[in-house]
């Protein structure tokens, strides 16, 4: 419990002292008008509340990954709360606040124009149609999750494709209403429900007194699977959205769109992903007392843990509600990741969305196509597991990469001593995706030497750090 403390109270102060750090390096200008208010459309540019933004960047972010995947994280033991801490405080909060800040200075691009911009047009292409294909893994995963615990919980006589249409036909609604007509009035709701779950745990805590491991227990892998998921890279790939996370740059790009003013985004963005740390960091201690009491827990899945946690600790109706708020949690990432898609979309063919006639003609083909996925995952006995673990390692190589534009951002501007807040995270983040091509057993891992496999993840590694500071060194 002493190290869970520890690293409760580092988050706050990283908040505290590095988030004014990465906002005084970005420079911001309360005087300078923002998209909000210079290209208000009613529909996608739309002032609205702080504390709106705050929760609605939060929810967005947040979906499951720091429930299920805290959870799943947590089985790699105690070296989890250390990736959650430092990963947020340097690497997550600063991908988040970077990205959205460039894109608000940008008149709220979407995130393939920002890479297009600093890293090169043949990235730019790649990555609109890239981010299109994981903006519908997105919606995929927070469809099939939400739907089955729906269906296990609450209906079981019901079918599961019942759930699925009515979680599609409320995607369909938020992706194509204005902003502020249904994600800005509900997510508030949600996002406070979020935050409750967490906060019953720390009251669970104070009450049960867990005997929750310390990290001076020590940092060895503790996966039942040890051997085929070794803690570099497996890890860092499991928590995503508790640490860092590509899928929160296009989240950012949204939230940019609806500012009033510059000195809200240490706030919103920094803040949203600190909170988000937060609820990660709870929910793999809680997870770390239950693997540590019980070893054979470490076979059921995230949601699944989700039940057994809130069984043991909470009354019934607390209980049930948990289990409304991980539902919750999902659908509401689920929506806005198809809302960006269409943003994508958009952006590429310049396409106006004033007229609901424009929005329909982007978001029907997105949603067939969702739809395609779905029965994939749905009907295939491991159809789930395949598309969760593409859709965790494509996650990741989008962190990566918008780092590595963050960097160039920074290191081309007046800010270009500080260049190396991102370079870092940049640098280690395409180790661990690459690192993952060649060690997972879902890719080469299989086929390649665990020793080998790593030297050429170094390899790649170093080449794309040597070829950063040639190419910046010729656009200067």
Known sequence: MITFCIALVLLIVGYVFYGKVVERVFGIDENRPTPATTMADGVDYVPMKPWKLFLIQFLNIAGVGPICGAIMGAQYGTAS????????????????????????RENGCSLPETHGKYLGNGVKQFMRG???????????????????????????????????????AYYLIATLLPIDKVIGRIYPVFGFLLMGMAVAIMVAFAIYHPDIPEIWSGLQNRHPQAATNP???????SI?????????ATQSTLVARCMTNERQGRHIFYGAMIVEGVVALIWAA???????????????????????IANTWFPTVIAVITVLGVISAAVTSGDTALRSARLIVADFMNLEQRSISKRLW??????????????FSLAAPTGFQVIWQYFSWANQMLAAFTLWAIT??????????????????????????????????SCLGA????????ILAAVITFGVTGLFFKKVQYRQ
């Open 81 to 104: 709360y250390l990736w959650i801490v430092f990963g947020c405080i340097f690497g997550g909060a600063v991908h988040d606040y970077m990205s959205g800040m460039i894109s608000l």
């Open 130 to 168: 890239f981010m299109v294909l994981l903006m519908v893994l997105v919606g995929v995963v927070f469809v099939n999750t939400p739907a089955q615990l729906l269906q296990s919980q609450f209906t079981p006589n019901l079918s599961v494709y019942v759930w699925v249409v009515i979680i599609l």
């Open 231 to 237: 803690l570099f890279p497996m890890m860092f790939i």
């Open 240 to 248: 995503a959205c508790g640490a860092v996370s590509g899928f929160h």
């Open 286 to 308: 809680a997870a770390a007392y239950f693997y540590h009491t019980d070893p054979e827990l470490q076979t059921k899945s995230g949601p699944a843990m989700v039940g057994v």
């Open 362 to 375: 982007i978001a029907i083909p997105l949603f067939v196509v969702t739809g395609a996925f779905l029965v």
């Open 408 to 441: 160039v951002y920074l290191r081309l501007n007046k800010q270009k001593a500080y260049y190396w807040m991102a370079l870092l995270p940049a640098v280690f983040m395409t180790m661990v995706t690459v690192s993952f091509i060649f060690v997972s057993g």
């Open 447 to 454: 086929f390649v030497p665990r020793t080998l496999a790593y």
